[in-house]
């Protein structure tokens, strides 16, 4: 959520900032309301010290009774206004923060404007695109046909967009994970094994939307939780309301997890197998710094996030997210997308993300940190996909088929699978 004062005080460039994003938020309405929060605010002040000259003049001695009876009297009267005005504040703080978290972050000066994936930015490219002699299959027909991916059992048990893994599946999920952290452990990330589940001022908080049809989030009928849908919620709620030694800062977490997402929408051939699931594993990084630091350690997530697929031979490009592509609370945004030979003839599908959420986050959580001045300042947090688990697979498998319909198993992933191929089974 941006500083009410700042929309007040900067009305023309979030105005456009908004318009960049094709969202749908008011910041003239963001205006009124804290204008009206401000009068109430001090209109209120300025009954209670009314009400605190007369609590002083009661206690003065020899008061005649009709002065005691009107001290009295007044004093009800200003506690009936004191509870009048704070009643309007309470509704108008309550619709100023609702029309203020409609409002999205501050994209950085860099990020190309536009609306759609296709107007990001391609930065980077790294890896050699493979050439095949035969028809390139795409991951849902090779994973049938090695029997590690079972699309009809998924949608029988639990409905269209699940599956199973099995056999040498299995134990190419628990690779990557393990592979994954193996690297975020030498950079200095504490793992977790986060929950599963989050109440729902904390999807609010991180800037997901739980509820209405263009949520993508599943609710727990009864409970005031959700699904997670990513790792990023659960680590970033870790420390709402806590105010974070500064010499503790950076705070580098790695969240595996499993993520459910309602992909409501979501069909088409981009869509099929693997690539937009209702469940998958994924292992999240997530940093929590100080607000100078925050575009360093954005830069140093993508260089991991690299740093495991070049490990993987996959190859894959950078982007950067056009205004429109970019989420509510990301500054800016960085999309690894790995080639993939069966996605409409050969192209690229993303397979990470890393965001710099500055202090938007970190205000609808309040998590602050004391600076050296001793005042509490928001801290500013980020995320990135170290390994979302189905999409590492699916460019796995499509990159590295050979002709009798095997895959060999990326070199640095074999000490962790056991094997160096799967083969097809009799």
């Known amino acids: 959520m941006l500083d009410y004062k700042f929309i007040v005080e900067n009305m023309t460039a979030v105005q456009a900032n908004i318009a960049d994003r094709f969202m749908k938020a008011d910041a003239e309405t963001v205006s009124r309301l804290y204008n009206k929060r401000t009068e109430l605010t001090t209109g209120l002040q300025a009954l209670q010290q009314k009400r605190n000259t007369n609590a002083d003049a009661m206690k003065v001695k020899n008061l005649l009774p009709?002065?005691?009876?009107?001290?009295?009297?007044?004093?009800?009267?200003?506690k009936e206004e004191i509870a009048e005005a704070e009643a309007k504040l309470t509704v108008i703080e309550k619709e100023l923060l609702a029309e203020a978290r409609k409002i999205p972050n501050m994209a950085h000066p860099d990020a190309p404007v536009g609306r759609e994936d296709k107007d990001n930015l391609e930065v980077k490219k790294t890896g050699v695109v493979p050439k095949f002699n035969f028809e390139p299959a795409d991951h849902v027909k090779l994973g049938v046909d090695l029997d590690i991916v079972d699309f009809d059992a998924g949608t029988k048990v639990s409905g269209t967009k699940f599956y199973y893994l099995k056999n040498e599946g299995v134990y190419l999920e628990l690779g990557l994970v393990r592979y994954a952290l193996d690297i975020l452990q030498k950079k200095g990330f504490t793992p977790f094994i986060t929950p599963d589940i989050a109440r729902?001022?904390?999807?609010?908080?991180?800037?997901?939307?739980?509820?209405?049809?263009?949520?993508?989030?599943?609710?727990?009928?009864?409970?005031?939780?959700?699904l997670v849908g990513t790792a990023e919620i659960t680590l970033g709620g870790y420390y709402s309301n806590t105010i974070i030694p500064r010499d503790k800062l950076p705070l580098r977490m790695a969240g595996l997890s499993?993520?459910?997402?309602?992909?409501?929408?979501?069909?088409?051939?981009?869509?099929?197998?693997?690539?937009?699931?209702?469940?998958?594993?994924k292992l999240e990084m997530f940093i929590f710094c100080l607000p100078e630091e925050s575009g360093r350690f954005h830069e140093e997530l993508r260089l991991i996030e690299e740093e495991i697929f070049e490990g993987l031979n996959i190859p894959f490009r950078v982007v950067d997210t056009c205004t429109g592509d970019l989420g509510a609370p990301a500054y800016r945004k960085w999309d690894l997308e790995a080639w993939m030979p069966g996605r409409n003839g050969g192209d690229w599908g993303e397979i990470t993300s890393t965001s710099n959420c500055t202090d938007y986050q970190a205000?609808?959580?309040?998590?602050?940190?004391?600076?050296?001045?001793?005042?509490n300042k928001f801290v500013h947090m980020l995320n990135g996909t170290a390994i979302a688990v189905s999409r590492a697979i699916i460019a796995i498998l499509e990159n590295f088929q050979q002709a009798d319909g095997s895959v060999r198993i990326p070199r640095a992933l074999v000490p962790y699978c056991g094997f160096d191929v799967i083969k097809k089974k009799n």
Not at 200 to 226: H, K, M, Q, W
Not at 258 to 271: L, P, T
């Open 200 to 226: 729902e001022e904390i999807l609010e908080g991180i800037g997901f939307n739980p509820r209405g049809d263009e949520s993508n989030v599943y609710t727990l009928e009864g409970e005031d939780a959700c």
């Open 66 to 78: 009709q002065q005691r009876v009107d001290l009295i009297e007044e004093g009800k009267k200003l």
């Open 258 to 281: 499993h993520c459910f997402r309602r992909e409501a929408g979501a069909a088409g051939q981009f869509s099929k197998g693997l690539y937009r699931v209702h469940q998958f594993t």
């Open 363 to 375: 205000r609808r959580l309040n998590i602050k940190f004391k600076d050296s001045d001793g005042k």
